[in-house]
């Protein structure tokens, strides 16, 4: 951005002296004393020189003088290079007010680059519009308000690129932003989440050590009460000391196979009663002999 601000040097009213003494304006050497000042980079000091004719000459200024307005721009000049922004405005918008196209010109231009400084883009692009179009209106061109013109579409354009950039910038980063915000909200789920399943699993285990000694008793029981039917089991399938084995085999006899043996044991009765008769019988005829 071309930010060189325009200078007007102060009209000068001439009075003829004495005829053979060339007469010095006083007047006129500081306001040159301020604009040499202005030039050297020493913005305070020409200030100095440009108020102080403000305040030494007031009679060479009238009402409606056309020596005032370039002097009011160059003290906006200088206020302006000093970063008094507020206070350079005030008296670029006194020039933008005069009736002379040139001081219009370069004050609405010098009031653009004022507003730029200020960071008040919008007014900046009216301002360096105003430029062109003054000079536009002028009746007479110089080689001076061609190039002002031409800086003043440059600025123009710079800045209206440059609020593009930015209005491009800002929204990406509210994308950026509101993409973050996001992120953060899965996130902060997902933790609420993680935290939910945590304090679930915490709770199962709590459930699960709290159930485990029962499940250890009932098992416990279960496996005594299986010993207990494993040995009554066990005791069944062994045989008792007490009790004897039962003789394997055996059928029911038939009536007839009953009275062969009924017949048998009459037999075997009578048999052995007619042993025991013999035999006693014996026995008495020997003592019968022994007598």
Sequence with gaps: MKSDSYKISLCLSLFLGLLSIGWIDPMADKVREGNLLYNNGKYDEALDKYVDVQIN?????????TCL???????????????????????????????????????????????????????????YKKAVDFIDEAQSRSEELDTLKSDAKYNYEYIEKKMKEEEQKQQSQNQKEHQQEEDKDKKDEKSDENKSEDKDKEKSQENKQQSKPENIQEKSEN?????????????????????????????????????????????????????IKDTQHLQHKSVEKDW
Excluded: C
Aim: glycine share 6%; proline share 4%; no cysteine.
């Design 57 to 65: 000459f007031p009679n060479s200024f009238s009402k409606k003088g």
């Design 69 to 127: 307005p370039y002097l009011d721009f160059n003290i906006a000049d200088a206020q302006y290079k000093r970063g008094k922004y507020d206070e350079a405005a005030q008296l670029f918008w006194k020039g933008i007010k005069t009736e002379d196209t040139e001081i219009r010109a370069k004050s609405s231009f010098n009031m653009g680059n004022t507003m730029y400084r200020q960071g008040k883009m919008k007014e900046a692009l009216e301002y």
């Design 223 to 275: 496996k005594k009460d299986g010993n207990q039917s494993q040995s009554k089991k066990d005791k069944q399938n062994q045989p008792s000391e007490q009790q004897q084995p039962q003789p394997q085999g055996l059928k029911q006899m038939s009536k007839e196979e009953a009275e062969r043996l009924l017949e048998a044991l009459n037999q075997s009765e009578k048999e052995a009663r007619a042993t």
